[in-house]
Nanobody
Framework: QVQLVESGGGLVQAGDSLKLSCVAS?????????MAWFRQAPGKEREFVAG????????RYPDSVKGRFTISRDNAKNMVYLQMNSLNPEDTAVYYC???????????????????WGQGTQVTVSS
């Protein structure tokens, strides 16, 4: 069982940056979990925006955020982060942290592969 709590959301202007944080509490070592960030805008499906392997050695992004978003993790602190730069109004959504056990080197991009979710943090980008 993993409990995830996101923070760092807010209202920003187009072109601004924002850094989201997610802290995990688990009975297992945090490094057994692959981690990801998803987002969901009103009326849309939840979509993958960033993923990172158990060790943090590899990351993955969709084209919509590649070059603007950076996911990272600190296994010693049970933390995962999402640095978001050059934000635009299309990035407005609730952002969710997700976790699940995965083999080394694997990043899942489907919501169905993650059993543990945070409550979400709202990011609003004004034009």
């Amino acid at each position: 069982q993993v409990q995830l709590v996101e923070s760092g959301g807010g209202l920003v202007q187009a072109g601004d940056s924002l850094k989201l944080s997610c802290v995990a509490s688990s009975g297992r070592t945090f490094s057994v979990y692959a981690m990801a960030w998803f987002r969901q805008a009103p009326g849309k499906e939840r979509e993958f925006v960033a993923g990172i392997t158990r060790s943090g050695g590899s990351t993955r992004y969709p084209d919509s955020v590649k070059g603007r978003f950076t996911i990272s993790r600190d296994n010693a602190k049970n933390m995962v982060y999402l640095q978001m730069n050059s934000l635009n109004p299309e990035d407005t959504a609730v952002y969710y942290c997700a976790a699940d056990r995965a083999p080394a080197g694997i990043i899942y991009t489907s919501t169905a592969r993650y059993n543990y979710w945070g409550q979400g943090t709202q990011v609003t980008v004004s034009s």
